[in-house]
Every structure is written in C-alpha cells, then in structure tokens.
C-alpha cells in the first residue's frame, strides 16, 4: 500500500490476515501492561513495603498518561510509518518491563510505569488505524473489532493469569514474562505489517476538523459516560460484591472471570454480527446489553446469582461497545482515524477517573445499592447518545 492511496497491493493483502492476528497479540500485551498492576496490587505493595494506597499510584499516574499521551503521540506522530512506530511501540514496552523487574523502590517503578504507558499510549489507536489501510473499506468494522480482541483477551485470560502468578513468584517475575511477550509481539508485528502505511501529518486544523465533527463529538461523548458509568462500579467490584451479597474470594474471583470471558465472546460476536447488521446497529446492540446488565446487577443487589448474570450480560457489551466505537471513528474520518480512535482511549481515562470517584463517594457513604443505579443512568445516556448519531 502506499502511503497516499489507500489501496492494498497484492502482497500487502496476503499478509493482511497475519497482520490482523500481530496487532491482535500486540493489544493483548498492552491491554495486560495497563491492567496488570490492579492484579498483583497487593503483591507490589508487600514487596516494595509501601501501603497498597501507595502502590495504586501506579494505576493513577498511568491512567494519567495514557489519557495525555494517546492524542499527543497521534498528532506527533501520525505521518511517520506505521510498522516502525508500532513495533517500536512494543520494543519500548518491552524495555519498560525489563527495567521495572529490577526496581529498587516505588519511586523508580513508577517512574519506569510512566515511560512504559508513554509507549502503551501509542499502540492500541494507531493499530486500529492501520489495519483500517489495510483492508477494504466495508470489513474495517470487523477488522477493528477482531484486533481489539486482544484487549478482551487480556482481561479474560491475561489478568487473572498476573493476579496467580504474583502470588506464586512474584511481581517482579510478572515484568520479566510481559517484557518477553511485548518483545515477541513486536517481532510478530515487524514482520507482516507492510512498510509505506501512513497518515497525513496533523496540523492544528486537523484537530479542529475533528471537534467540528458532530458524529467524531458525539462518539466521543458516548465513550466517556460510559466509562464513566462502568467503573462507578467496576473500581469497587470486589468489596461491592462483599458488602451486597456477602461474596467470598473465590466468588468474587468467579465475576471477573465472568466478565472477562463475557467480554471475550461479546467481542467476538460484535466480529461476526457487524457484517449484518451494520455497525451502527451492532454498536446500540453493544450498549443496550451493559445497560440491561448494569440494571440486571442493582436490582439483584445482595442476590449473588442474580448479580453475576447482570455481570455477564454487562460484560458482552464491555469490550464490543469499544471495538464498535473504534469502527465508527474510523469510518467517520478515515485520513484522521489514528488521531480520533486516540481521542477515544482518553475518553475511556476520563471516564475511569470520573467515574472512580463517584463511585468513592457513593463508597464511603454507604450507598452500595445505589451504586449499580448509578452506573445504570450512566450507561443509559450513553445509549441515548449513541442511538441520537444514527444514520439518516
């Protein structure tokens, strides 16, 4: 593909498969370096001797960075080639990892954390945006969805992995293993991802074209409430499940596995229905599923059962509403797709800090029931905006 056409050449699309399944892996390690220090929270407390309250700054700051980081790294660096800038993404992160395994104290990690999540910044908008070159314009919303399922997979699968592995041999171990993996997936990206793939180079306009955009805004806004209604609860999943319905570990264990499964085969299905019915459609599918999850799990407070179905149905439209609001980006602006899909991730940061502190608020309060209500009210005016961009 060259740089400017938008079209495939014959070797470029028969690597285009192979491609998919690196960026895949590839969100699958920076989705994991994101989530991982929630996992093993109590492990790198009791190792670094910090409180875990100290030890959460390493949550925060990232947060703090990937929210800053995804739209700054897309304008800096939306014309540069897109193989050398994700592979190097993950080789950054891989460094990152390396160095933290061998931190001496809370200061130097967190430092480390926020070099590694300047690089994690980069990957998961501007790979969305390549494969969007890579394929025709009509299977973008599928490809989008399908690389964003290593995000699912490493709520799923990888952080329930980092939370038993910590505790079997260590934080620090947990470093040295995502350092390895995030080397292995940029060599995996290097290698079929065609050389040439680039975006027009931002200007200050640019921006302005994609606040002007009423469909850009509206996603936008969508995302942020709700995320912003998702982690009013999900923050405070595990003592909210013991204060309502008196849930043990292994319980509390058995709903994020629910709901990162949930969100695996939520993504997926997005994948395979979105050919169908559109991605407009498959979207309002996506959000009116965490909607009546979000109901599901406040009125069954303190009925465990009946909290983990709302988990599960909120979980199918977790990671696909995302993938979904990825496609739409894409489509809408495709020559500044990296830089609007970037906008999107810190919308989701946003969210998280807002809604993390309303649901500490609602917390330490005492309103438990409330806080699934809550999160409810959020999601549904998310839907709300989202059913307001339908096509016409």
Request: charged share 5%; aromatic share 8%.
């Amino acid at each position: 593909m060259s740089a400017t056409s938008g079209r495939a050449s014959p070797a470029a699309l028969g690597s285009t498969r192979f491609a998919a399944f690196a960026l895949l892996v590839g969100n699958f390690f920076i989705g994991l370096s994101i989530l991982a220090p929630a996992g093993m929270i109590s492990a790198l407390a009791a190792g670094l001797g910090v409180p875990v309250t100290r030890a959460a700054l390493l949550i925060t700051a990232g947060a703090v960075v990937l929210c800053i980081g995804s739209p700054l790294v897309a304008w800096a660096t939306n014309g540069l080639d897109r193989r050398r800038l994700l592979a190097a993404s993950l080789a950054m992160l891989a460094i990152g990892h390396a160095g933290s395994a061998f931190a001496p104290d809370l200061t130097a990690l967190l430092a480390l954390r926020l070099v590694s999540m300047a690089a994690a910044a980069i990957f998961t908008p501007q790979a969305a945006s390549t494969i969007a070159m890579m394929v025709p314009e009509k299977e973008r919303p599928g490809a989008i969805s399908f690389i964003f399922l290593g995000w699912s997979l490493s709520v799923a699968a990888g952080l329930p992995l980092v939370a038993w592995g910590a505790g079997q041999f260590g934080w620090r171990s947990i470093h040295v293993a995502l350092g390895l993996g995030a080397a292995i997936a940029a060599l995996l990206v290097w290698i079929p991802v065609p050389t040439g793939l680039r975006a027009p180079s931002m200007s200050l306009s640019s921006w302005g074209t994609l606040f002007s955009n009423r469909l850009v805004v509206s996603l936008i806004a969508a995302t942020a409430v709700s995320a912003a209604g998702q982690f009013v609860v999900f923050t405070f999943l595990g003592p909210l499940l013991a204060g309502l319905a008196g849930a043990s570990a292994n319980e509390i264990a058995v709903m994020f596995a629910v709901f990162g499964v949930s969100g695996f085969v939520g993504n997926l299905g997005a994948t395979r229905l979105v050919g169908r019915l559109g991605v407009y459609r498959t979207s309002l599918l996506c959000f009116g599923l965490m909607v009546a999850g979000a109901l599901g799990f406040a009125a069954g407070a303190g009925l465990f059962a009946v909290m983990i179905v709302g988990g599960a149905l909120w979980g199918l439209g977790f990671a696909s509403s995302n993938s979904m609001q990825q496609a739409r980006l894409a489509a809408a602006v495709p020559p500044l797709a990296g830089a609007a899909i970037a906008l999107n991730s810190s919308a989701i940061y946003v969210g998280q800090a807002v809604g993390s502190a309303m649901g500490g608020v609602l917390f330490d309060a005492g309103r438990l029931v409330a806080m699934g209500f809550v999160a409810a009210a959020f999601l549904l005016a998310a839907t709300a905006v989202v059913y307001s961009t339908r096509p016409r």
